[in-house]
């Protein structure tokens, strides 16, 4: 019904077909959607290909886009984003990011408040410095792509040479939950030193 066209466009729908809809309606409006999907598609596959994703992990973190570091609006998406490389590719909920990254504070809806916020803010800086496409997002589901993004900690663990011998015992420093990581690889450090 044409009364709830501007609710469902307020919801981000693609298209909108009133009563009584035809088979010729819904081609359209499914054409239509095909045609934003690829365009979209062909974007993010022009922008990553274009796009340099590079991460610095020992010592303090940091990321630099085409060789330019990006500045965050706020500390927490930062972290964000350093946790999420942590991860290397594992899914996580605003609920899990809520714990790590207020980690001293009582779960509740001002703290899920606050992680929904980094997230925002973490995409928007991203999508500005033209690295969105380094982000897997669905419900509830944060990632990064490991294979668009050159990290020294991922080369690290496959072994490089260069990367090994770049880690100097220190790994996302300002961080107190990469504590675990950075016993992993003070482990796999004297195993590769052997």
Not at 6 to 26: D, N, S, V, W
Not at 149 to 172: H, P, S, T
Request: one cysteine or more; a negative charge; charged letters at 30%.
């Amino acid at each position: 019904y044409d009364q709830y066209a501007c609710k469902a466009f307020q919801l981000h729908a693609k298209g909108y077909i009133l009563k009584p809809a035809t088979r010729e309606m819904i081609e359209e409006a499914l054409d239509s959607m095909e045609v934003d999907w690829r365009s979209t598609t062909e974007e993010i596959e022009k922008e990553s290909k274009q796009t340099k994703v590079r991460v610095h992990t020992f010592g303090n973190f940091d990321i630099a886009v085409n060789n330019e570091i990006i500045t965050f609006e706020r500390s927490k998406s930062k972290e964000l984003l350093a946790y999420l490389i942590d991860r290397k590719g594992s899914g996580v909920t605003t609920a899990e990011i809520a714990s790590v990254l207020w980690e001293d504070s009582e779960a509740g809806k001002k703290i899920t408040n606050y992680a929904q916020q980094a997230i925002h803010s973490m995409l928007h800086t991203l999508k500005e410095a033209g690295a969105a496409h380094i982000i897997v997002k669905k419900w509830n589901y944060l990632a990064v792509d490991p294979e668009k993004i050159e990290c020294d900690y991922y080369q690290f663990l496959k072994g490089d040479v260069r990367a090994v011998n770049e880690y100097l015992g220190e790994y996302m420093s300002q961080y107190s939950w990469a504590e675990m990581t950075t016993a992993a690889l003070e482990e796999k450090s004297r195993n590769l030193n052997k």
